[in-house]
């Protein structure tokens, strides 16, 4: 499974929101970083 | 009509949602509301395949299997009608990690019960690394809409109206307030332990603890600090429980239970507490039950 990044123009028809790719690239997420975020969120919170 | 959003929510919060919302034109979809409000359709689920099954025949299968994630397990049954996802069901060896979008389906008994399960369109075999970017994501929609309930329950008996007048769309609207009249205020406690053994899996070196009380309270101001330290010692358990299992499941069928609970009071833990801590890992994807009454490391 691969996380992609999409550029390109967005239209909402009857049918839903659809996008013209322009560009596709791979988007490597930083799993460790957006926990750590998350975690300081909620126990900033608690 | 629109494609419905394939919605990222935990087991638990799905197999607590008992009320849908049926259809009420041809081909017009119908929802599960979960006690947050969320009106699902489409699911997007991430864990490890721990059980696979045809209770059909070889030439009209009906696959059922369990997949489970950080906070329980769940239900997943494929008919002839999805064949893409029969196909690979076919090819599945439990235990791996999967990914799931399909659509939720609920079933109520005669006596009232009402049992939550996902009919996959599509299921793939995924990495660790898949799992924990899914586990994210949904703790990550699961902080939002505990926040967005959070600044609803401010409201006095809101209306659609009132909700609609804060920016949800008709449908959120809809949710929300069926939610509230139905379930009531939600059980915050349950839904932030469920971000609390997601972000433990994911940052296994942090010690995360929010301190969060065995019982009910709304979010987040009567989350109160726990003083104890029962969680440290289910950690301990957790890890000796993981070592038993690599020294005793020596022909990788996994340990009888009986067996480890002995090795366990060997050591001076009681049964209960291996019981119960067996629970725990289960719950967390990191053991499971290959037959009745065996526990294996996955």
Redesign the interface.
């Known amino acids: 499974m691969k996380h992609l990044k999409i550029r390109g123009n967005a239209m909402k028809d009857e049918y839903g929101l659809k996008i013209n790719a322009k560009d596709i690239m791979s988007d490597d997420v930083d799993v460790k970083k957006g926990a750590k975020e998350l975690l300081d969120e909620v126990e900033g919170m608690l | 009509?629109?494609?419905e959003t394939a919605y990222r929510v935990f087991s638990r919060e799905l197999n607590s949602s008992i009320e849908s919302k049926k259809g009420t034109e041809e081909m017009s979809p119908s929802y599960v509301i979960s006690p947050l409000g969320t009106m699902i359709n489409r699911i997007m689920i991430c864990g490890v395949l721990t059980e696979v099954e045809n209770a059909g025949t070889e030439e009209e299968p009906m696959w059922k299997g369990k997949v489970q994630d950080v906070a329980g397990t769940f239900f997943i049954s494929v008919g002839k009608f999805q064949q893409e996802a029969s196909a690979s069901m076919a090819n599945l060896e439990a235990p791996c990690y999967v990914?799931i979008i399909g659509k939720v389906r609920t079933y109520t008994t005669n006596d009232g019960r009402t049992f939550v399960s996902v009919r996959p369109e599509h299921i793939?075999r995924?990495?660790e690394?898949?799992y924990?970017?899914w586990?994210?994501e949904t703790?990550?929609s699961l902080?939002s809409r505990l926040?967005d309930m959070k600044d609803i329950l401010k409201m006095a008996d809101p209306s659609i109206n009132d909700l609609r007048a804060k920016g949800y769309t008709e449908q959120e609207a809809d949710g929300i307030k069926t939610a509230l009249d139905v379930y009531g205020a939600p059980e915050s406690v349950m839904y932030?332990k469920m971000?609390q053994e997601?972000?433990r899996r994911?940052?296994p070196d942090?010690n995360?603890d929010?301190?969060l009380p065995g019982d009910a309270g709304s979010i987040?101001e009567t989350?109160e600090?726990k003083d104890d330290d029962s969680s440290s010692d289910d950690l301990m358990v957790e890890d000796m429980i993981l070592a038993y299992l690599d020294e005793m499941d020596t022909d990788s069928r996994g340990v009888y239970m009986d067996d480890l609970v002995r090795r366990g009071e060997a050591d001076g833990i009681p049964a209960q507490k291996i019981e119960s801590v067996s629970s725990i890992l289960m719950d967390k994807g990191l053991v499971y039950e290959p037959n009745l009454g065996y526990l294996r490391k996955i």
């Open positions: 009509m629109s494609r990914s793939v995924v990495e690394d898949d924990s970017a586990l994210l703790a990550r902080w926040l932030l971000i997601a972000l994911l940052l942090e995360i929010f301190g987040p989350a600090k």
